[in-house]
């Protein structure tokens, strides 16, 4: 079945430092892929999607490519902030399918 | 736009107590969800209700039942709660198929003693 897999956490980084979060994902045909962030004691927030192969999402400074030859869907940021910490969830929909797949979540810790 | 509505926000229950979460959107979504978050574990969707009228199991339904009370509204009943049940519970709704990605309630944490 389709998956999703995130690398592990927490990721520890200083402030205005380059932020890389790898996601990547099993899927039979052609999955819209989301990315969504957790802040603390909050729901879960979209953050940016891409539909179709090549797609770039972005939003507060954050992207991620939609790569179908790697199968991955890696955010980034060239210069995270302290308020930038959080639980970032990589997640996958495909088809008519109702439930989205989530990747088990990474925890981003921003030391000031 | 309040969005997703979640109440309440916290609640503490003996074991055996029955409470029901209530949820709602303004968003005219057709398909809604209940998530369970426990640490280490990511989302488990408990159920979810592709429209209205219709509901169907997620993967961790046991203990759990679920009504969709109109299009707005759909609830979450605990009927004879269990400390295995202590959790935080999000509440989502989505356009159906969900391309558009989900809208989060902010969530209820529920101990259960």
């Known amino acids: 079945g389709d998956s999703v897999t995130q690398m592990e956490g927490p990721v520890t980084l200083s402030e205005e430092a380059f932020l890389t979060i790898n996601c990547t994902y099993t899927a039979t045909g052609y999955p819209s892929l989301f990315w969504y962030v957790q802040y603390p004691g909050e729901g879960l927030q979209l953050l940016l999607k891409a539909t179709k192969a090549d797609d770039k999402g972005s939003n507060k400074g954050f992207e991620a490519t939609y790569r179908k030859e790697t199968t991955s869907f890696h955010l980034e940021k060239g210069s995270v902030q302290v308020s930038d910490s959080a639980v970032y969830f990589c997640?996958?929909?495909?088809?008519?399918?109702?439930?989205?797949?989530w990747g088990a979540g990474t925890k981003l810790i921003i030391k000031p | 736009n309040a969005g997703v509505t979640q109440t309440p926000k916290f609640q503490v229950l003996k074991t055996g107590q029955s409470m029901t979460l209530q949820c709602a959107q303004d968003?005219?979504?057709?398909?809604m969800y209940w998530y369970r978050q426990d640490p280490g574990m990511g989302l488990r969707l408990i159920y979810y209700?592709?429209?209205?009228?219709?509901?169907d199991k997620g993967e961790v339904p046991n203990g759990y039942n679920v009504s969709r009370l109109n299009k707005r509204e759909f609830s979450l009943r605990l009927e004879s709660a269990a400390p295995s049940q202590t959790s935080v519970y999000f509440c989502a709704s989505g356009r159906a198929p969900p391309g558009g990605g989900y809208t989060f309630g902010s969530g209820t944490r529920l101990t259960v003693v």
């Open positions: 968003m005219n979504h057709n398909s």
């Open positions: 997640a996958l929909s495909e088809g008519s399918n109702y439930q989205l797949i």
């Open positions: 209700s592709a429209s209205e009228g219709t509901t």
